[in-house]
Each structure stands twice: as structure tokens, then as C-alpha cells.
């Protein structure tokens, strides 16, 4: 099943509301530790930090997921970005970031009231995860609401921002 990345406007304004957010890296390998212990590490595939922001929805957590997946962000045989992870047998390590959702407009202290609170973040989170499990992608995490240490070799480098609300 494909889920499209759908836009959301509030009514009677122009901006977009806040979304489920992702940065993806492209990564040959990466690995999350809590306290000194790892909870997730991968080797050649996307590190993506998730933000959940207060309207999320399981649908986004489900878009979120499909674009995730199918991003075609790995070199084929002619050096062209043009394959996903699927497609090149590669693993994904998802790590929770409130912070995604930080708004820095106005002052110079984040506002983080965008972001969706704790219990409903962590359960759209799970859901993001279960539906990358479900496209066929390995999956390892961190952990939810945890002081968390993540390390990465980036590839390439290649770093993707993506917003269930298309904002960018």
C-alpha cells in the first residue's frame, strides 16, 4: 500500500501545520547507545531522527514510512542516486528527536510546543517504525525519552529533510 505525503493547512491561513518531521542520512553505518548500552546499530543504510508534532496521526506516521522506504537515495551501477533501501539490502536506525520540532523564529530559545507530548509521541513513533517493518526494512532504535548517544559515518555526505506536511 502507498500512502501520499499530504498537505494540511489550518483554516483561514497560509502556513502549513506542524508535521512529522525526519532528517535522513545516508550512513554506512550507525549505532545509538543508552547509558553504555547499545540499542540499535546498523551497518550500510539511513539513520532518520523523527519529530512527531501535536496533529500527527497514524497516517503520518504511515507517509512518513512510505517515503522513508522508498527513497531513492543510493548510487546504481552508473553512480546515479536512483535506488532505495530496499533495493540495495540496506538497514534503517530510527532515533526519536523532539527537537525536530523546535521553532526558533522568534528569540534565540527553541520552542518546542509543536511537538506532540510524550505518551502519543512515543506510540506514532512505534507506529513509524512497524510500518518501515512492514515495506520490508530492518529496523533498530533508540529509545524513547532517554539521554541517547548516536554515532554515524555518513555517505556521501546525503541528508534529506522531510515533512508529512510538504513544508519543505
Known amino acids: ?15 502549513p501545520r506542524p508535521a512529522m518531521r525526519a532528517v535522513v542520512q545516508r550512513v554506512l553505518h550507525a549505532q545509538v547507545t ?12 539511513l539513520c532518520v531522527f523523527v519529530g512527531v508534532a501535536v496533529d500527527d496521526a497514524e497516517l503520518d506516521a504511515a507517509a512518513l514510512a512510505d517515503k522513508v522506504v ?20 540496506g538497514a534503517l536506525l530510527a532515533v526519536s528527536q523532539f527537537t525536530l520540532l ?8 527553541p520552542s518546542f510546543t509543536d511537538a506532540l507530548e510524550p505518551v502519543r509521541a512515543e506510540a506514532l513513533f512505534a507506529a513509524f517504525c512497524q510500518e518501515c517493518r512492514q515495506r520490508g526494512a530492518p529496523v533498530e532504535t533508540g529509545r524513547f525519552r532517554t539521554q541517547m548517544r548516536v554515532s554515524l559515518e555518513n555517505d556521501g555526505p546525503v541528508t534529506i529533510l522531510i515533512d508529512t506536511r510538504r513544508a519543505f
Open 1 to 15: 500500500m502507498r500512502v501520499s505525503l499530504y498537505l494540511n493547512r489550518r483554516a483561514g491561513e497560509g502556513k
Open 34 to 45: 543508552v547509558d553504555a548500552e547499545l540499542t540499535g546499530q546498523i551497518a550500510h543504510g
Open 70 to 89: 522508498g527513497l531513492r537515495i543510493f548510487e546504481d551501477a552508473a553512480g546515479k542516486m536512483n535506488l532505495s533501501l530496499l533495493e540495495v539490502g
Open 102 to 109: 523546535g521553532d526558533v523564529r522568534r528569540g534565540r530559545r
